[in-house]
Protein backbone atom coordinates (compact mmCIF):
# COMPACT_ATOMS: atom_id res chain seq x y z
CA UNK A 1 0.00 0.00 0.00
CA UNK A 2 1.66 3.09 -0.65
CA UNK A 3 1.20 6.81 0.83
CA UNK A 4 -2.07 7.66 -0.94
CA UNK A 5 -3.65 4.55 -0.68
CA UNK A 6 -3.07 4.35 3.03
CA UNK A 7 -4.69 8.45 3.46
CA UNK A 8 -7.72 6.80 1.20
CA UNK A 9 -8.16 3.84 3.69
CA UNK A 10 -7.82 6.26 7.00
CA UNK A 11 -10.66 8.10 5.83
CA UNK A 12 -13.35 5.83 4.72
CA UNK A 13 -12.49 3.81 7.85
CA UNK A 14 -12.37 7.00 10.14
CA UNK A 15 -15.08 8.93 8.05
CA UNK A 16 -13.07 11.96 7.87
CA UNK A 17 -10.66 13.79 6.52
CA UNK A 18 -9.20 15.94 9.83
CA UNK A 19 -5.69 15.79 10.85
CA UNK A 20 -5.29 16.71 14.12
CA UNK A 21 -2.25 18.55 14.72
CA UNK A 22 -0.66 17.55 17.97
CA UNK A 23 1.11 21.02 19.19
CA UNK A 24 1.78 20.85 22.58
CA UNK A 25 2.41 23.89 24.81
CA UNK A 26 2.43 23.52 28.13
CA UNK A 27 0.77 26.72 29.98
CA UNK A 28 -2.06 25.90 27.73
CA UNK A 29 -2.04 21.87 28.63
CA UNK A 30 -4.44 22.31 31.68
CA UNK A 31 -2.81 19.49 33.87
CA UNK A 32 0.04 18.84 35.02
CA UNK A 33 2.26 15.42 36.07
CA UNK A 34 5.28 15.19 37.23
CA UNK A 35 7.27 16.12 34.61
CA UNK A 36 6.73 17.50 30.60
CA UNK A 37 7.06 13.62 29.20
CA UNK A 38 4.48 12.55 31.47
CA UNK A 39 1.90 15.85 31.31
CA UNK A 40 2.12 16.06 27.09
CA UNK A 41 1.76 12.23 27.05
CA UNK A 42 -1.54 12.04 29.36
CA UNK A 43 -3.62 15.00 27.56
CA UNK A 44 -2.99 13.46 24.02
CA UNK A 45 -2.87 9.66 24.98
CA UNK A 46 -6.51 11.40 27.16
CA UNK A 47 -7.93 12.63 23.62
CA UNK A 48 -7.13 9.66 21.39
CA UNK A 49 -9.07 7.67 24.13
CA UNK A 50 -11.57 9.77 24.02
CA UNK A 51 -12.10 9.58 20.37
CA UNK A 52 -12.07 5.83 20.19
CA UNK A 53 -14.67 5.94 23.18
CA UNK A 54 -17.16 8.47 21.04
CA UNK A 55 -16.05 6.88 17.84
CA UNK A 56 -15.06 9.92 16.16
CA UNK A 57 -12.17 10.20 14.78
CA UNK A 58 -9.57 12.38 13.03
CA UNK A 59 -7.99 10.73 10.18
CA UNK A 60 -3.95 11.25 10.71
CA UNK A 61 -2.10 12.95 13.43
CA UNK A 62 0.56 15.23 12.48
CA UNK A 63 2.96 16.04 15.93
CA UNK A 64 5.01 19.15 14.84
CA UNK A 65 8.78 18.35 16.13
CA UNK A 66 9.49 22.05 17.68
CA UNK A 67 6.46 21.55 20.16
CA UNK A 68 8.18 19.39 21.44
CA UNK A 69 11.91 19.88 20.91
CA UNK A 70 11.24 22.71 22.89
CA UNK A 71 11.16 21.32 26.10
CA UNK A 72 14.45 19.25 25.37
CA UNK A 73 14.61 15.36 26.03
CA UNK A 74 11.96 15.45 28.11
CA UNK A 75 9.97 16.95 25.56
CA UNK A 76 11.18 14.17 22.86
CA UNK A 77 10.51 11.50 24.94
CA UNK A 78 7.10 12.48 24.96
CA UNK A 79 6.84 13.05 21.40
CA UNK A 80 8.37 9.35 20.96
CA UNK A 81 5.17 8.19 23.16
CA UNK A 82 3.01 10.04 21.67
CA UNK A 83 4.10 8.72 18.35
CA UNK A 84 3.53 5.25 19.66
CA UNK A 85 -0.14 5.93 20.86
CA UNK A 86 -0.91 6.95 17.53
CA UNK A 87 0.44 3.96 15.96
CA UNK A 88 -1.42 2.24 18.40
CA UNK A 89 -4.94 3.90 17.05
CA UNK A 90 -3.96 2.45 13.47
CA UNK A 91 -3.82 6.11 12.16
CA UNK A 92 -1.50 7.97 9.77
CA UNK A 93 1.67 9.80 11.64
CA UNK A 94 2.31 12.05 9.69
CA UNK A 95 5.85 14.21 11.35
CA UNK A 96 5.81 18.10 10.81
CA UNK A 97 9.92 18.63 10.98
CA UNK A 98 10.14 20.76 7.48
CA UNK A 99 12.93 19.08 6.78
CA UNK A 100 15.39 20.27 3.98
CA UNK A 101 19.36 19.08 3.43
CA UNK A 102 21.85 17.92 1.20
CA UNK A 103 21.34 14.48 -0.15
CA UNK A 104 23.88 12.43 3.11
CA UNK A 105 22.09 14.69 5.47
CA UNK A 106 18.60 14.41 4.18
CA UNK A 107 18.63 10.35 3.83
CA UNK A 108 20.27 10.61 7.63
CA UNK A 109 16.87 12.49 8.26
CA UNK A 110 14.51 10.55 6.31
CA UNK A 111 16.30 7.67 8.15
CA UNK A 112 14.79 9.43 11.94
CA UNK A 113 11.84 10.21 10.54
CA UNK A 114 10.30 6.78 9.09
CA UNK A 115 12.81 4.65 11.43
CA UNK A 116 12.83 6.06 15.13
CA UNK A 117 9.83 7.96 15.17
CA UNK A 118 8.01 5.51 13.04
CA UNK A 119 6.42 8.09 10.75
CA UNK A 120 4.07 7.49 7.72
CA UNK A 121 5.16 10.94 6.12
CA UNK A 122 6.90 14.18 6.58
CA UNK A 123 7.17 17.60 5.46
CA UNK A 124 10.02 18.80 3.65
CA UNK A 125 11.05 21.79 2.16
CA UNK A 126 11.99 21.88 -1.67
CA UNK A 127 14.22 25.02 -1.57
CA UNK A 128 17.63 22.97 -2.41
CA UNK A 129 16.07 20.75 -4.87
CA UNK A 130 15.90 17.12 -5.74
CA UNK A 131 19.06 16.09 -3.64
CA UNK A 132 16.89 16.81 -0.52
CA UNK A 133 13.83 14.81 -1.94
CA UNK A 134 15.51 11.86 -3.07
CA UNK A 135 16.28 9.96 0.11
CA UNK A 136 12.98 10.61 1.34
CA UNK A 137 11.42 9.36 -1.88
CA UNK A 138 13.44 6.24 -1.79
CA UNK A 139 11.55 5.17 1.35
CA UNK A 140 8.01 6.35 -0.65
CA UNK A 141 9.00 3.73 -3.52
CA UNK A 142 10.53 0.77 -1.48
CA UNK A 143 8.22 1.20 1.68
CA UNK A 144 5.41 2.79 0.75
CA UNK A 145 6.07 6.21 3.31
CA UNK A 146 5.26 9.12 2.21
CA UNK A 147 6.12 13.36 2.37
CA UNK A 148 4.66 16.54 1.91
CA UNK A 149 6.40 18.98 -0.03
CA UNK A 150 6.16 22.57 0.63
CA UNK A 151 4.06 24.62 -1.98
CA UNK A 152 2.40 27.37 -1.17
CA UNK A 153 1.97 27.45 2.96
CA UNK A 154 -0.44 29.50 5.08
CA UNK A 155 1.70 31.87 7.18
CA UNK A 156 1.77 35.72 6.81
CA UNK A 157 4.61 36.21 4.64
CA UNK A 158 4.43 32.85 2.44
CA UNK A 159 4.12 35.20 -0.98
CA UNK A 160 7.44 37.03 -0.31
CA UNK A 161 8.94 34.15 -2.14
CA UNK A 162 6.58 32.04 -2.99
CA UNK A 163 4.33 33.91 -5.15
CA UNK A 164 7.21 35.41 -6.90
CA UNK A 165 7.05 34.53 -10.73
CA UNK A 166 9.20 33.36 -13.56
CA UNK A 167 8.18 34.02 -16.95
CA UNK A 168 4.71 34.57 -15.50
CA UNK A 169 4.30 32.12 -13.41
CA UNK A 170 4.62 31.65 -9.58
CA UNK A 171 7.22 29.98 -7.60
CA UNK A 172 4.37 28.28 -6.12
CA UNK A 173 3.22 26.63 -9.23
CA UNK A 174 6.42 26.08 -10.35
CA UNK A 175 7.11 23.54 -7.19
CA UNK A 176 4.22 22.03 -7.62
CA UNK A 177 5.20 21.00 -11.18
CA UNK A 178 7.84 19.01 -9.97
CA UNK A 179 5.26 17.61 -6.94
CA UNK A 180 3.36 16.36 -9.33
CA UNK A 181 6.09 14.64 -11.34
CA UNK A 182 7.58 13.71 -8.16
CA UNK A 183 4.28 11.79 -6.84
CA UNK A 184 4.07 10.03 -10.14
CA UNK A 185 8.15 8.87 -9.61
CA UNK A 186 7.18 7.91 -6.15
CA UNK A 187 3.63 6.11 -6.99
CA UNK A 188 1.79 8.37 -4.84
CA UNK A 189 4.20 9.00 -2.11
CA UNK A 190 4.53 13.03 -2.58
CA UNK A 191 2.00 15.13 -1.38
CA UNK A 192 1.58 18.93 -1.34
CA UNK A 193 1.20 21.23 1.05
CA UNK A 194 -1.29 24.35 0.60
CA UNK A 195 -2.85 26.50 3.11
CA UNK A 196 -6.70 27.10 4.02
CA UNK A 197 -5.16 31.15 4.44
CA UNK A 198 -4.32 30.55 0.75
CA UNK A 199 -7.96 29.84 -1.03
CA UNK A 200 -6.78 31.49 -4.69
CA UNK A 201 -3.72 29.41 -4.65
CA UNK A 202 -5.15 26.40 -3.42
CA UNK A 203 -7.35 26.76 -6.19
CA UNK A 204 -5.37 27.58 -8.87
CA UNK A 205 -3.42 24.68 -7.45
CA UNK A 206 -6.12 22.31 -7.39
CA UNK A 207 -6.95 22.84 -10.69
CA UNK A 208 -3.69 22.22 -12.35
CA UNK A 209 -3.18 18.80 -10.22
CA UNK A 210 -6.23 17.95 -11.96
CA UNK A 211 -5.12 19.38 -15.40
CA UNK A 212 -2.62 16.60 -15.27
CA UNK A 213 -4.72 13.90 -13.92
CA UNK A 214 -2.24 13.56 -11.04
CA UNK A 215 -3.65 12.07 -7.46
CA UNK A 216 -1.52 14.63 -5.48
CA UNK A 217 -2.33 14.72 -1.38
CA UNK A 218 -2.99 18.04 0.42
CA UNK A 219 -2.40 18.34 3.11
CA UNK A 220 -3.92 21.63 4.22
CA UNK A 221 -2.91 23.59 7.39
CA UNK A 222 -3.73 27.55 8.33
CA UNK A 223 -8.13 26.52 9.95
CA UNK A 224 -8.92 29.05 13.07
CA UNK A 225 -6.33 31.55 14.52
CA UNK A 226 -4.53 31.58 10.94
CA UNK A 227 -8.03 32.86 9.62
CA UNK A 228 -8.53 29.56 7.66
CA UNK A 229 -12.44 28.51 6.51
CA UNK A 230 -12.80 25.13 6.20
CA UNK A 231 -16.18 25.42 4.10
CA UNK A 232 -14.12 27.55 1.76
CA UNK A 233 -11.64 24.86 1.64
CA UNK A 234 -13.70 22.19 1.17
CA UNK A 235 -15.72 24.00 -2.01
CA UNK A 236 -12.48 24.36 -3.52
CA UNK A 237 -11.71 20.24 -3.06
CA UNK A 238 -15.42 19.06 -4.06
CA UNK A 239 -14.86 20.55 -7.58
CA UNK A 240 -13.35 18.96 -10.61
CA UNK A 241 -14.54 15.47 -8.92
CA UNK A 242 -12.00 15.24 -6.49
CA UNK A 243 -11.27 12.19 -4.68
CA UNK A 244 -11.91 13.99 -1.08
CA UNK A 245 -10.03 10.87 0.87
CA UNK A 246 -6.59 11.62 0.16
CA UNK A 247 -6.52 15.27 1.56
CA UNK A 248 -6.27 16.18 5.02
CA UNK A 249 -7.44 19.19 6.40
CA UNK A 250 -5.04 20.17 9.87
CA UNK A 251 -6.82 21.73 12.62
CA UNK A 252 -4.28 22.44 15.82
CA UNK A 253 -5.24 24.31 18.59
CA UNK A 254 -8.60 24.61 17.63
CA UNK A 255 -9.12 21.19 19.17
CA UNK A 256 -6.45 20.69 21.61
CA UNK A 257 -7.45 23.49 23.50
CA UNK A 258 -11.03 23.58 22.70
CA UNK A 259 -11.86 23.51 26.68
CA UNK A 260 -11.43 26.76 26.43
CA UNK A 261 -13.87 28.14 24.08
CA UNK A 262 -16.28 25.24 25.81
CA UNK A 263 -15.08 27.01 29.24
CA UNK A 264 -15.21 23.25 30.77
CA UNK A 265 -12.49 21.52 32.61
CA UNK A 266 -13.08 18.04 30.36
CA UNK A 267 -10.35 19.04 27.64
CA UNK A 268 -10.40 15.48 26.16
CA UNK A 269 -14.37 16.03 25.49
CA UNK A 270 -13.98 19.41 24.76
CA UNK A 271 -11.47 18.24 21.90
CA UNK A 272 -13.81 15.67 20.60
CA UNK A 273 -16.40 17.86 20.39
CA UNK A 274 -14.69 20.26 18.44
CA UNK A 275 -13.35 17.35 15.99
CA UNK A 276 -16.78 16.32 15.73
CA UNK A 277 -18.28 19.61 14.33
CA UNK A 278 -15.15 20.11 12.09
CA UNK A 279 -15.84 16.18 10.57
CA UNK A 280 -19.43 17.19 9.81
CA UNK A 281 -17.87 20.51 7.88
CA UNK A 282 -15.77 18.60 6.00
CA UNK A 283 -17.83 15.24 5.18
CA UNK A 284 -16.35 13.07 2.35
Sequence with gaps: MNYTELLHESAKERNSIVCLGMDPVMEDIPIQGKSVEETITKFYSDILNMCESENVWPSACKPNYAFYAQYGFEGLRALKKVCEIVKEKKLPLILDGKRGDIGKTSGAYAKEVYSFWGADCATISPYMGWDTIEPFAEWCTEKGKGIYVLARTSNPSAAEFQNLEING????????????????????????????????????????????????????????????????????????????????????????????????????????????????????
Design 169 to 284: VPLYEKVSEKIADWNQKTKGGVGAVIGATSIAELQRLHDYFSSRDAKVPYLIPGLGKQGGSASEVMNVLQSKGADLTIHRINSSSDINYAYKKQNTTDYAGAAVKALRELNNVTKI
